[in-house]
């Protein structure tokens, strides 16, 4: 609450104080904010992004496009006329684009929409995709969500018409503010196409023919939207009587993206709760842009890191506390800094491989043939270069550079011999 009214939203309310929020760095997966982030809650329409992740990925391989087609049926239509549950106007044999479909999903939250996606990708069988949908979950580390629907609305809100068998129909769906965080992380990382359809707030589909509609986004603090705010690009928001107000958001200034979730604002007894989010969701993302930063650590290329030398094969960017000096730390062939910060799951991996470099042992070998014959200074030497391990190969690798320079200074001194043999044949020639 604090921090909300010092970021000049005074008048928000403590009985509006959501029940649990989170900030990640969307690129580290670093958690910057926390509170009360492993509550199990319902997402109501944030749902939807799941099914919209499982679009995404049957998009990048190659089972469908954002231009394939989807015929709407009766059925369709029909889920799109409960008054109930957000919808939009879909109507019976017209062909709509999955693009379209992704955009009704995304920001006007139609359920319509949303199971004519999850019907495509399973040839309509709901439980086949809530087992896709759960499954996915389970693969990104969502511990502690429950997918008991494809929209976000129980199954018994729609009729009959979207039925599961094996699901209970009557559950809400149920996760965390820290699951809906991997979720956004790994879709605006591998997806980022969705932000195509999230990041406007205002959008058409359909335009120039008689199915046209515009929708206006509920994400107000996307720029133009009512508490619009810098780099904000979608995802998604949801709200439920159970689950309140809820929203997911996108944000990007720089190279520096952050993942902002929002969880059980306000009260479902009033509505002015899809406004009461946002406040909080802003004041947050700007105390995590004004506490952190996402900057490159070092460079490309050889460096030594607490003694030992490493090879970086790229650019090493870590998310660190403005003002600090990061520790660098190198475990299991991974750099990685010590900033003080959990990871939203501990399957993101943190940090970057590097390659330790290994001295060149022919190199020693000559900088210690060099040294004066000495065993104090042949001593260091090894010390320095941490090779007192390997004595024995050390002075195998001697020996023969010994005799290699040897070698070749006989064969200078017998070419030299020769040179002056015959320059004394010559002169006696030329005599």
Same mark, same amino acid.
């Given at each position: 609450?604090?921090?909300?009214?010092?970021?000049?939203?005074?008048?928000?309310?403590?009985i509006?104080?959501?029940?649990?929020?989170?900030?990640?760095?969307?690129?580290?997966?670093?958690?910057l904010?926390?509170?009360?982030?492993?509550?199990?809650?319902?997402?109501?329409?944030?749902?939807?992004?799941?099914?919209?992740?499982?679009?995404?990925?049957?998009?990048?391989?190659g089972?469908?496009?954002?231009?394939?087609t989807?015929?709407?049926?009766?059925?369709?239509?029909?889920?799109?006329?409960?008054?109930?549950?957000?919808?939009?106007?879909i109507?019976?044999?017209?062909?709509?684009?999955?693009?379209?479909?992704?955009?009704?999903?995304?920001?006007?939250?139609s359920?319509?929409?949303?199971?004519?996606?999850?019907?495509y990708?399973?040839?309509?069988? +709901?439980?086949?995709?809530?087992?896709?949908?759960?499954?996915?979950?389970?693969e990104l580390?969502?511990?502690?969500?429950?997918?008991?629907?494809?929209?976000?609305?129980?199954?018994?809100?729609?009729?009959g018409?979207?039925?599961?068998?094996?699901?209970?129909?009557?559950?809400?769906?149920?996760t965390?503010?820290?699951?809906?965080?991997?979720?956004?992380?790994?879709?605006?990382k591998n997806?980022?196409?969705?932000?195509?359809?999230?990041?406007?707030?205002?959008?058409?589909?359909?335009?120039?023919?008689?199915?046209?509609?515009?929708?206006?986004?509920?994400?107000?603090?996307? +720029?133009?939207?009512?508490?619009?705010?810098?780099?904000?690009?979608?995802?998604?928001?949801?709200?439920? +009587?159970?689950?309140?107000?809820?929203?997911?958001?996108?944000?990007?200034?720089?190279?520096?993206?952050?993942?902002?979730?929002?969880?059980?604002?306000?009260?479902?007894?009033?509505?002015?709760?899809?406004y009461?989010?946002?406040?909080?969701?802003?004041?947050?993302?700007?105390?995590?842009?004004?506490?952190?930063?996402?900057?490159?650590?070092l460079?490309?290329?050889?460096?030594?890191?607490?003694?030992?030398?490493?090879?970086?094969?790229?650019?090493?960017?870590?998310?660190?506390?403005?003002?600090?000096?990061?520790?660098?730390?190198?475990?299991?062939?991974?750099?990685?800094?010590?900033?003080?910060?959990?990871?939203?799951?501990?399957?993101?991996?943190?940090g970057?491989?590097?390659?330790?470099?290994?001295?060149?042992?022919m190199?020693?070998?000559?900088?210690?043939?060099?040294?004066?014959?000495?065993g104090?200074?042949?001593?260091?030497?090894l010390?320095?270069?941490?090779?007192?391990?390997?004595? +024995?190969?050390?002075?195998?690798?001697?020996?023969?550079y010994?005799?290699?320079?040897?070698?070749?200074?006989?064969?200078?001194?017998?070419?030299?011999?020769?040179?002056?043999?015959?320059q004394?044949?010559?002169?006696?020639?030329?005599?």
């Amino acid at each position: 609450m604090d921090i909300t009214r010092q970021a000049g939203y005074s008048d928000v309310q403590e009985i509006n104080r959501p029940k649990s929020s989170i900030i990640i760095d969307g690129n580290t997966g670093d958690i910057l904010w926390q509170d009360n982030v492993d509550e199990v809650r319902d997402p109501a329409s944030m749902s939807k992004l799941m099914t919209l992740y499982l679009t995404y990925e049957a998009i990048s391989q190659g089972k469908l496009t954002e231009e394939t087609t989807i015929k709407a049926t009766a059925t369709d239509q029909a889920i799109a006329g409960i008054y109930e549950i957000s919808n939009n106007k879909i109507v019976a044999g017209v062909d709509y684009t999955v693009s379209e479909l992704i955009t009704m999903t995304a920001v006007p939250s139609s359920n319509a929409t949303t199971v004519m996606l999850a019907n495509y990708l399973s040839n309509n069988d +709901p439980d086949v995709f809530l087992d896709m949908m759960n499954a996915k979950a389970k693969e990104l580390g969502m511990t502690n969500t429950k997918w008991f629907n494809a929209s976000g609305a129980a199954a018994v809100s729609f009729k009959g018409l979207y039925n599961p068998q094996r699901y209970d129909i009557y559950e809400a769906n149920q996760t965390t503010a820290r699951d809906l965080a991997i979720l956004g992380y790994h879709f605006v990382k591998n997806h980022p196409a969705i932000l195509n359809h999230t990041n406007k707030p205002v959008v058409t589909v359909k335009e120039g023919t008689p199915y046209q509609e515009t929708f206006e986004t509920y994400n107000y603090s996307l +720029p133009g939207a009512k508490y619009g705010i810098e780099g904000v690009d979608g995802l998604k928001t949801g709200s439920s +009587p159970k689950g309140a107000f809820n929203y997911i958001a996108s944000i990007k200034r720089g190279d520096q993206r952050l993942i902002s979730v929002i969880m059980g604002v306000g009260d479902w007894s009033d509505q002015n709760g899809e406004y009461y989010r946002h406040p909080f969701g802003n004041a947050l993302i700007e105390k995590s842009y004004a506490d952190y930063e996402y900057k490159k650590i070092l460079p490309a290329g050889q460096h030594e890191i607490n003694g030992e030398t490493y090879k970086l094969t790229k650019d090493f960017y870590a998310t660190v506390k403005k003002g600090s000096n990061p520790k660098l730390v190198v475990e299991n062939h991974r750099l990685r800094v010590d900033n003080g910060l959990e990871t939203v799951t501990t399957l993101i991996s943190d940090g970057v491989e590097v390659e330790e470099v290994q001295e060149n042992m022919m190199d020693t070998a000559k900088e210690v043939a060099s040294q004066p014959i000495s065993g104090k200074s042949w001593f260091k030497l090894l010390i320095k270069h941490k090779l007192l391990w390997g004595i +024995p190969f050390l002075i195998f690798f001697i020996i023969v550079y010994l005799e290699i320079r040897r070698k070749n200074k006989k064969k200078a001194r017998q070419s030299a011999s020769n040179r002056t043999d015959y320059q004394a044949g010559s002169s006696r020639r030329e005599r």
